[in-house]
């Protein structure tokens, strides 16, 4: 543990250095590329479930009206609501 502890650290020096000079780093990219991943997610919780959703298919299952969506991303209200209920029909039958 304390090897790869010390391999952590020396990398995370090296990039930290291009930073210092105003360069892009690894690191900085990797943030930024978590960031677009996990942007426009939303945590719903119902009971002692949870689950991570898209923002527009939260709004759209709620009926909030949300300019453009369905055309902008071609999906309707009733595919997301298909793509989250066809696995407990088949589990029920």
């Known amino acids: 543990m304390k090897a790869l502890t010390t391999a952590f ?11 210092a000079l105003g360069e892009k780093s690894t ?9 677009v991943l996990n942007r426009n997610k939303l ?16 709004f759209m299952l709620a009926n909030v009206p949300v300019r453009d969506t369905e055309k ?3 999906i309707n ?3 997301v609501y298909a793509k989250y209920t ?3 029909l088949t589990e029920k039958a």
């Open 9 to 19: 650290l020396k990398w995370q020096e090296q990039q930290l250095q291009p930073e």
């Open 86 to 88: 066809k696995g407990l």
């Open 77 to 79: 209200r009733d595919q």
């Open 43 to 58: 945590i719903v919780f119902a009971g002692r479930h949870f689950g991570i959703f898209p923002s527009h298919e939260v």
């Open 27 to 35: 690191w900085q990219i990797y943030r930024r590329k978590l960031k």
């Open 72 to 74: 902008e991303l071609n």
